[in-house]
């Protein structure tokens, strides 16, 4: 599965004062880590987000955001939102906070 470049830019320009960022191809889209542990990232019509346990509710009632399911299963702490969130800086910075609320709790790699 390919990922919208346009999404990419997106995140990109929401990560681009903070260090330690990198990009990394995984699961035919591209995510973002940050110290090492993954953060967000684009996929073919959205982005997913790593919310964390704690935050996976407050992610959930974001209009645009469901649970991450690639496998057919949800993987919690993680949330696939659609295009028009992606395209919303609102909502989008809202499912970021949380996502580095919780990465930013976590060890670096």
Same mark, same amino acid.
């Given at each position: 599965m390919a990922y919208d470049e346009g999404l990419a830019s997106i995140l990109r320009d929401d990560l681009a004062e903070r260090e330690n960022v990198t990009e990394k191809k995984m699961f035919g889209g591209l995510c973002f880590m940050l110290d090492g542990n993954m953060l967000c990232g684009v996929h073919k019509g959205g982005g997913m987000f790593r919310v964390g346990k704690d935050n996976h509710t407050a992610a959930l !009632?974001? /209009?645009? !955001?469901? +649970?991450? !399911?690639? %496998?057919?299963? +949800?993987? &919690? &702490? @993680? $949330? #696939? $939102? =659609? /295009?028009?969130? @992606? !395209? =919303? #800086? %609102?909502?989008r910075g809202q499912v970021m906070a949380l996502a580095l609320n919780f990465v930013t709790s976590l060890p670096a790699k």
């Open positions: !009632a974001i /209009e645009g !955001a469901s +649970p991450m !399911a690639f %496998t057919g299963r +949800p993987m &919690g &702490g @993680m $949330v #696939d $939102v =659609d /295009e028009d969130v @992606m !395209a =919303d #800086d %609102t909502r």
